[in-house]
Every structure is written in C-alpha cells, then in structure tokens.
C-alpha cells in the first residue's frame, strides 16, 4: 500500500469513529448531508478521496468538536495535495477518480471547458469513453475498472440536464478530427455532440481550422463557478484556487470563446468532419 493509499485508509477511519461515536448510520449520516449512501461507504472504505468541504459538513454532522474538524481539514487538503499526482490517483482506479469529478461537478452550477484536444468527458459517448480509458488505462498501470469507470463517466452526464446549471464547452476542431476510437465510434460521438449541442443550458462551440487562436492551446481547464481552475497535465492534475489564477483562465476562456463558432455554425464544422468519418467508414 502506497503512503497516498494509506492516508487516505486513515481518514476514512477517522471519519468512520466519529460517525459511530455520533450513533449515526451510513444511510442517517448520508441523508443528513443529501449525498447518496454510496458515498459515505466510499469516503469510510477509501475508495474515495475526501475533500475539505466534505470532512466540513461531515464533522458539522457529527457534532465534531472544532480541534478534530481542523485536523480532518488537515488530513484531507495534505491528500488532495497529493491526489493531484496521477501516478497516485490511478492507483486508486479509473472509476474512483470519475467518482471524484462527479462529487466536484455536482457542487458546480457554472461550467466553462476548453479542450484542445479530446472530447469532453461530460459528452463522450460510452464507447468513445471506452477507447478513451484503455489508453488511460496502458499509460498509467491504471486499475482495471473500465466497465465502471464507463458506467460512472455515463452517471455523471446526468447533469447536463439540470436547467439549473450553466455549460460553455469550447473546443478546436482538432478535438473532433482526433482519431482516439474506430471512425464509426467517431461517427456516434459527433452525433452525440450535435444532439447536446441543442440543449437550452449549453454552449457548444468550435474553434475552426483556419481561424486564428488568441494564444497557443497547450492544454485544456476546466472553470468551476468562479471558485477553481482544474488544468490537467500528462502527470499531474492542478488545482488553483488563487483569484488572480482563476481571472487569468476566465479571460483565456473568453477569448477562445470569442473565436469559436456556435450554434448552426457550430455545428456546421462538425457535421462536415462527421462526412469524413462517414467516407471513411465506407471505404
């Protein structure tokens, strides 16, 4: 067991002892906080990485005293420290770090996504999110949990369906011309980008070849509200929570934005990308 692994077995202890200590069931402890019950296993069983809100709410529960909230705060911001390593996170399984960006999606109302090159995991397709995690899965020794890191990846789309959320997804058109899975999954998933692309609370656009980039797209970020930046590397994964940090993505978000086609436009570029996989397809 790794140090990361065993750290993350020490918190979810500690956090089991108090929930025993306050005679609280997983389910009672579960409905007090609106999670599923699922999650109070996870967190306990460290298949699931704590963060700092929700040893909070979790110690709030429980009537936990304020020095042992400070030291679960502790613990809980030194593993997300170290759960930003890749190596480490895919260790713990593909389906437990999809299970980790659910939790963190499901506290989001505004979403703002630029990817330069994939297709955005709240809009694959289960097949395209198959070949996805395969490679993941080769690069990085991850566990085998592909079947359930689909089946989560999937769950996880459910709240693009929440009119009370807000998504702006911004892409280059190399996302769609990137050949990570077969040209008939290829196929289904533009298809599927054209059926989201309609939906009254989401952005979809595309920034076409030949239109010229305000900055050189090294990577893709995530914007959650206007609170943290997720910017994911080949090895590790930042999070910045530094307000300077997050104005600085929110204007390169906007001026991709401002370069991306929307709407039939939009949509327009990725049906004529699909017309090549279609040709492709046949031949």
Not at 70 to 99: C, F
Request: aromatic share 8%.
């Amino acid at each position: 067991m790794t140090s990361f692994q065993q750290a993350r077995v020490d918190l979810g202890g500690h956090l089991r002892q108090l929930r025993e200590a306050a005679h609280l069931s997983g389910k009672e402890l579960a409905e007090r906080l609106q999670w599923q019950p699922s999650k109070v296993s996870r967190l306990e069983n460290a298949r699931q990485t704590a963060t700092e809100d929700d040893v909070i709410v979790w110690a709030q529960a429980v009537d936990a005293s304020p020095g042992t909230t400070d030291e679960l705060i502790r613990q809980a911001v030194s593993l997300l420290e170290r759960h930003d390593d890749w190596k480490q996170r895919h260790r713990s399984g593909l389906a437990a770090i999809q299970e980790d960006i659910r939790d963190l999606e499901a506290r989001t109302k505004l979403f703002r996504v630029f990817e330069p090159g994939i297709i955005v995991g709240l809009l694959q397709t289960s097949e395209y999110a198959r070949h996805v995690f395969r490679k993941v899965k080769r690069l990085y020794s991850a566990a085998d949990q592909i079947d359930a890191a689909v089946r989560v990846r999937m769950q996880r789309q459910e709240i693009l369906y929440d009119r009370t959320r807000t998504f702006r997804f911004v892409v280059t058109e190399a996302v769609l011309r990137t050949s990570l899975a077969p040209p008939e999954v290829m196929r289904g998933q533009l298809d599927r980008l054209l059926a989201v692309s309609t939906l009254p609370n989401v952005e979809f656009g595309v920034v076409p070849f030949g239109t010229e980039l305000p900055s050189n797209p090294i990577n893709g970020f995530w914007i959650y509200n206007d609170s943290m930046v997720s910017v994911p590397t080949m090895t590790k994964d930042l999070t910045l929570r530094d307000p300077d940090d997050i104005a600085f993505y929110v204007r390169a978000f906007n001026d991709y934005a401002k370069a991306a086609e929307f709407d039939e436009t939009g949509r327009g570029v990725i049906i004529s990308v699909l017309d090549e996989y279609r040709k492709q397809s046949a031949h």
